[in-house]
Structures are given as C-alpha cells and as structure tokens.
C-alpha cells in the first residue's frame, strides 16, 4: 500500500522561532548564573514590538529587553524594537511542590517520546529531510542578500509497505528582496538549498518542486505576522509522526517535564532502535506535579520487535531511571544548552545528550 506524509521546518527568522529563540536565550542566561532557576519566561512579537513575560526564580540578573533585541540583531532583523517586560516570581504553590530531597515534576501532563530507523539520526525521513532543507535555506540566505530571514520548508515522502521510498514534493516558501523575480528565486532554491541536501535517490520525474506558491514573499518576519513562544510543537518533535505532548518546550527549565521528560523519552526510545531492539518505537510518559515519578509508561513497537511491548518495558525499567532527579542529572540539564535546541527540531541533533547512544542490558 502506498501513502504519502508531509511533515514541515520554519527558519529562525520566522515569527514564531524568534520568539522560542527569545525564551530560550533567556533560559540559558539565567542557567549559566544559577543553575537551580525556575524558568518560564516566554515572548510575544508583532511588527517592531516585544512583549517578554512569565515566571522566574532565579538569583540570575537578566537584562530580558536586551537579550530580546540582540536575538532579533542575530536572526538579521535590523529595526529598533520596543520591549515590554512583565516577569513576576514562581508561584510559591508550585516552588514548594517542586523543591523536595528529591527533585519533584514542576507540572503535570504527558510527554511522547519517537524514534525510526528512517534516517541516520533516528527520525522520521519527512522532518529530517525539512529541518535539512531549513538550515541549509538559513544557510544560503546569510551569504545572499536577496535572501531575507523568515521561512518555511515542508517535505512530502511516499511510504510503500510503511517504507520511504521516494519524495512526492519539496515546498520551500521564502522571504526576498523586491529585487529578485520569482524564477530566478526559484532556480536558486532549487541549486542551492534541495539539490546539495536532499538525497538523488529519492527524487525521481514526478518530484513537485514548489518554490514561493503564494507569488510574492518581501513582507516577512513580526512585520508579516505575529509570533509567540512554543506554537511550532510540531515543527520541534517529530513533524506529526507521533503524537505531542500538552506542552511546548522553550522557556521552561528542566524541572518542567513538559520538557526534561520528553528529551528522556526520545532518548530512550532512540536507544531501543539504535541498539537493535525495535525499528519503531514510541513511548508516553505522564506525570503528576509534585511526585518524582511517572504515573505511567506506555511503550509501542507497532510490530516492529522480536519483543513484545511488554517485554520492551521491562528491558526500559531495567536500563533507564524516569525520575526527574535523575532526567535531570543524567542528560545534564543543569547547563546552559537550550538555545542549540531551538531551531531544526529539539531531536536528531547528535550533540544534544539525549542523542547519545548507550548499551543495554
């Protein structure tokens, strides 16, 4: 049976990421201060105006409108920007729930975890292949001028028995110059951005090349549209090949599992495919705000194993520890890493911790 699934990436020019972009500078600027801060500092953004706000706990000093207005200088934006900053402490309720001997879930909720044999970093082949085409898009425009920062790339790969085979279409839609007409932009996309990155073998005569559908893309950025942290959920897991969790992931601090236990799950289900145990898996974790460990674990191997989910589960309880304490010291979290996870996914970057492979019992 054939099937065709589209999965989508964004660049860190486009509304929405500068403002993750945003939370997460600010994160890793109050972690490099004080390790120990409760952060849930998030943005919004429209045409030249920064909105910054949320709860911290944190003995750090954090100038947020000018880490707001060096974010937006970084991505390429140039215009003179006004912050409003409205951050107010955490919750003492939700201090003291958090604050035990042993490190408590700083909220409740559920987190799913992904991993394939589809690509070389474990994911599936459509968001691989769209966070690829994003950063290499990044990549171009920084070195052309007629290339401006807001952008979005979605690939669509045909399945055959549930097996890549080929890419049906590769969408890019990107911000420009007035200077440039739409053909020319085209061939340049397609020289420079898919041709170099997307692999030969997965392209054949009917492959859709669409470049800018729409026509015209000079009006981009916060000036285009609106931006606010953690709306690309999507974009940041698994590009909809398995269900998200209830929370986004930039801003928060590792203590809100929303973040730290789903970094966890993709670890360990990545670690089950890269070690030969499954070539699929998925797993749920949920968690109660206040307790150090999950209420539950869910595990599917959707066929995929000489092992039953069953027994999958006991080979994951035997080789991985799912309490927060432990999330937190074992994949580091303590350290100031948020702002390499921001842009082209939260998962298959090799460097992160929870990308590393381990050996199982």
Not at 56 to 74: E, F, Q, R
Not at 255 to 260: H, L
Request: charged letters at 25%; aromatic letters at 8%; a negative charge.
């Amino acid at each position: 049976m054939k099937t065709i699934f589209t999965s989508e990436s964004v660049t860190s020019g486009h509304p929405d990421k500068i403002c993750d972009w945003i939370a997460d500078h600010i994160l890793d600027e109050a972690i490099r201060q004080d390790p120990s801060s409760k952060m849930a500092v998030e943005a919004t953004i429209k045409d030249d105006f920064i909105l910054i706000y949320g709860e911290a706990n944190t003995k750090a000093n954090i100038a947020y409108a000018d880490i707001a207005k060096s974010v937006l200088k970084k991505i390429g934006y140039e215009e003179d920007y006004e912050v409003l900053v409205k951050v107010n402490k955490q919750s003492q309720e939700i201090s003291d729930a958090v604050d035990h001997d042993t490190i408590s879930a700083g909220d409740q909720g559920i987190m799913f975890g992904f991993a394939c044999d589809e690509s070389k970093g474990y994911m599936p082949l459509a968001i691989d292949t769209a966070h690829m085409l994003a950063k290499r898009l990044e990549e171009v425009r920084r070195n052309n001028p007629s290339l401006k920062p807001d952008g979005k790339t979605q690939v669509s790969v045909e399945y055959e028995d549930d097996k890549p085979v080929r890419i049906d279409t590769i969408l890019v839609s990107t911000q420009h110059s007035s200077e440039i007409n739409q053909e020319d932009l085209k061939q340049l996309i397609i020289n420079e951005v898919i041709l170099p990155i997307v692999n030969p073998e997965l392209i054949d005569e009917n492959t859709k090349f669409l470049i800018n559908p729409s026509g015209s893309f000079v009006l981009g950025g916060s000036f285009g549209d609106s931006g606010t942290t953690g709306r690309k959920i999507v974009v940041d897991t698994y590009g909809g090949s398995a269900p998200i969790g209830g929370g986004c992931f930039s801003s928060k601090d590792p203590t809100k599992v929303d973040r730290s236990a789903a970094y966890y799950a993709r670890y360990v289900c990545k670690n089950l495919v890269a070690n030969g145990l499954c070539k699929k898996c998925q797993i749920e974790l949920a968690y109660a705000i206040g307790c150090p460990n999950p209420v539950s674990i869910n595990i599917d191997a959707f066929g995929t194993s000489k092992y039953t989910n069953e027994e999958l589960l006991a080979i994951v309880n035997r080789n991985f520890n799912f309490s927060v304490s432990n999330i937190i010291d074992e994949l580091k979290l303590r350290n100031p890493i948020y702002t390499q996870t921001t842009n082209y996914g939260h998962f298959g970057k090799p460097y992160l911790p929870w990308e590393q492979i381990i050996s199982l019992k």
